[in-house]
């Protein structure tokens, strides 16, 4: 039995396919109610990212940096409950498919299907968690919290370039994407957390945009009052900060799925749907799997 801590790269680029086929099969009800879920998971961690950020007036102005240090450390808990429970998140699934659909293990039509149903699933969540548990519960109704859910809005959707929200966008789903990837490789719990932690607080400190994290953030900052309509969010941070986020993904995908998926055999994985479970891929791969990770 492999004692070693870590999966292979190739053997994680492997994990990815075989992650893309379980998503292809899975019920399209399971698959949206699962991004219903990582909505309302990933706002969890953007919430508490404006809580600590938005009420550190005092730090905000003497030293911004650490602000953004501190906002940024404590927002990857909700990538790590996402990850921990399997659920459907977006950004994600734009490195998982495209490796797939290159190895020919899930037909293309797949990749539109299931950016339609997740796409729709993380923003039901994440407005459902913006308007339910946070604006109409009023936990952070009242000053410096208010004000600083408006300005965070206007940050992401209104004062950037579409062009400069595109490229945040980049750079945000190349890290978010490099946590799933690193996370997948690991074999214990702790390992995973270190491992989504670490590239997370990296995107949020230095203000990269993810598409669905601004779900959550931009729409609350609508309902505090701010100065903008849901029209130009979608055009400008939303549009911008997808596409962004899917040249991201690809960052980490193609090359991946260059260096270690070059004799990847698709077969392995068309007798698995006649019985033969998980050890057809193995066999067809000269790097075993171990398959209970994640």
């Known amino acids: 039995m492999d004692a070693s801590p870590t999966l ?72 790590v409950m996402i990850v921990l429970q399997g659920l459907e998140l977006l950004t994600s699934n734009m490195m998982i498919f495209p490796m797939a659909i290159i190895k020919r293990a899930i037909p293309w039509w797949s990749l539109p299907i299931n950016f339609l149903l997740v796409t729709f699933g993380n923003l039901v969540g994440s407005l459902f968690f913006a308007a339910v548990l946070v604006k109409y519960s009023g936990i952070v109704s ?4 208010s004000d600083y859910i408006q300005a965070f809005a206007m940050k992401k959707a209104a004062d950037p370039h579409w062009h400069q929200i595109f490229l945040r966008g980049i750079g945000c789903n190349w890290l978010v994407c490099v946590a799933v990837w690193q996370a997948a490789g690991a074999r214990d719990t702790i ?23 601004n779900m959550f953030s931009v729409p609350l900052g609508i309902m505090f ?50 019985g033969d479970s998980m050890s057809a891929i193995r066999e067809n791969s000269t790097d075993k799997v171990d398959d209970k990770r994640i």
């Open 8 to 79: 292979s790269p190739a053997q994680v680029a492997m994990y990815m396919v075989e992650s893309g086929v379980a998503k292809h099969r899975d019920r399209y009800e399971n698959v949206f109610f699962k991004a219903v879920l990582a909505g309302v998971m990933l706002s969890f961690g953007g919430l508490l990212s404006e809580v600590i950020s938005g009420g550190a007036t005092g730090l905000t102005a003497s030293d911004p940096g650490i602000v953004k240090i501190l906002g940024g450390f404590v927002f990857p808990v909700g990538l």
């Open 225 to 274: 009052g701010a100065d903008l309509t849901a029209a130009e969010y979608i055009r400008k941070s939303l549009i911008a900060a997808y596409l962004g986020n899917m040249v991201g993904a690809l960052l980490v995908g193609l090359p991946a799925t260059y260096f270690y998926l070059k004799d990847y055999d698709a077969g392995g994985l068309r007798a698995a749907e006649k």
């Open 142 to 145: 009242t000053e410096p919290y």
């Open 191 to 213: 390992s995973k957390i270190v491992a989504i932690w670490i590239p997370i607080w990296i995107f949020v400190a230095c203000s990269f945009d993810h598409v669905v994290a």
